[in-house]
């Protein structure tokens, strides 16, 4: 798999205009404990079955932890994925990288 953001930190990843739902998404999740939105994301997109084998996030109480504003950031995020698929899941790959090793 080829890599987009060799070398970059999370920080300059966020700046990525090309993904730019996503990075908002991502962001805005940084204010939430778990589940964030970005853990919706994650389901939606396949990353957490793929990788963990089960949704991460409780699907029962969706419409009490997003609200009208974390809807937004997830609406932008999946039309991006949508629209750049392959890529759009290879920057989150990154991303959550990026995050693990602390590369701020």
Excluded: H
Excluded at 42 to 51: P, R
Excluded at 95 to 100: G, H, K, N
Aim: hydrophobic share 35%; glycine share 8%; charged share 25%.
């Amino acid at each position: 798999m080829e890599t987009i953001n060799k070398g970059k930190t999370l920080e300059q990843m966020l700046e990525s205009e090309r993904f730019e739902g996503i990075c908002g998404l991502y962001s805005w999740s940084t204010n939430y404990e778990y589940p964030t939105p970005f853990t919706y994301f994650l389901d939606l997109i396949g990353y957490s079955d793929e990788f963990v084998g089960a949704n991460l996030a409780d699907w029962s109480k969706v419409a009490t932890n997003l609200q009208y504003l974390e809807l937004d950031y997830l609406g932008d995020a999946l039309k991006e994925y949508a629209t750049i698929g392959q890529d759009a899941y290879r920057f989150v790959l990154e991303l959550l990288e990026a995050e693990q090793k602390g590369n701020v």
